[in-house]
């Protein structure tokens, strides 16, 4: 469809990922580019496109949070965070405020992602209609927004990214985006008369993770409900103990809600955590 100049937007599909937290949204976003590899013919016009893509990946979480008062635009804000990300990475590559400071140094008032891909086609020497990209954004749940609202970051961000896939005159795009969420999907997003395809992910297999013959420990795999956070703590607090058959129920309770809240400090709100530490206790008991 790109490559027919086709701008309906039905034609160009923006992959989201919303979850709640720990399930692996970043790690899918790391390994979007394999996945896809791996799901077409790699002999086609396609999978050669693919094969040479350059791949960006950047995030709004973990020292490169959206800051208004910096950057004019959400839509800037996805150029600055992938002008960082093509920075080589070695120890005395700057970091994204350093990054952040010689942009505005550049007093260019338009740089959007359209015009990051044009410079990098420049420095490269190939048209930038040869050019895939493979644009992947992670943490957008940093950004302001109201549940079912058009009008905020959070949604700016979805609609740049729909913007670059729609556009028949630049590079050829495939974007994604993931989002921590904990209410359900439709009251996230706003209405829209777009058609959305929902991909539920399989539950991991716990019994795989943590192979063991104890009941006990089986029965714990099994109330993790294919949870990978989940798994991963139960795990590292078993370690702890030296027996499995000396494990009291509730002191592990106390250590797994304790590494929960220690991970994801907003999972477990004041009001709500003695229910959960006795949800918890329930389970484990």
């Not at 058609?195 to 019994?207: E, I, Y």
């Not at 703590?233 to 009291?248: K, P, Q, V």
Request: charged share 20%.
């Amino acid at each position: 469809h790109w490559k027919e100049e086709k701008g309906d937007k039905q034609l160009h599909p923006l992959f989201l990922c919303l979850s709640g937290a720990g399930v692996g949204k970043s790690r899918l976003l790391q390994e979007f580019h394999n996945l896809i590899r791996d799901s077409i013919e790699h002999d086609s016009e396609l999978g050669r496109r693919i094969e040479g893509a350059v791949v960006i990946l950047i995030s709004f979480e973990n020292g490169t949070g959206f800051d208004s008062s910096e950057e004019r635009s959400v839509l800037q804000g996805i150029a600055n965070r992938m002008i960082y990300q093509l920075f080589p990475r070695k120890p005395s590559t700057p970091s994204f405020s350093e990054v952040l400071r010689e942009i505005h140094q550049l007093q260019e008032e338009n740089i959007y992602p359209d015009y990051v891909i044009r410079r990098l086609a420049q420095a490269m020497n190939r048209p930038v209609q040869e050019l895939t990209i493979i644009l992947c954004v992670d943490g957008i749940q940093q950004l302001d927004h109201t549940p079912g609202s058009k009008y905020s970051d959070f949604y700016y961000a979805i609609t740049a990214l729909n913007n670059l896939l729609d556009s028949t005159t630049g590079a050829f795009y495939i974007c994604a985006c993931s989002a921590t969420i904990t209410l359900p999907v439709d009251r996230v997003l706003a209405q829209s008369p777009q058609k959305r395809v929902f991909l539920s992910l399989k539950p991991l297999k716990g019994d795989q993770i943590i192979k063991t013959t104890d009941p006990i420990l089986n029965l714990l795999v099994d109330d993790m409900g294919g949870h990978g956070r989940a798994l991963e703590i139960l795990f590292e607090s078993i370690e702890s103990f030296d027996n499995i058959s000396t494990i009291n129920p509730q002191c592990l309770a106390d250590i797994v809600i304790y590494k929960l809240r220690n991970r994801y400090p907003q999972w477990v709100s004041e009001s709500a955590r003695s229910l959960n530490i006795c949800l918890l206790q329930a389970i484990f008991t």
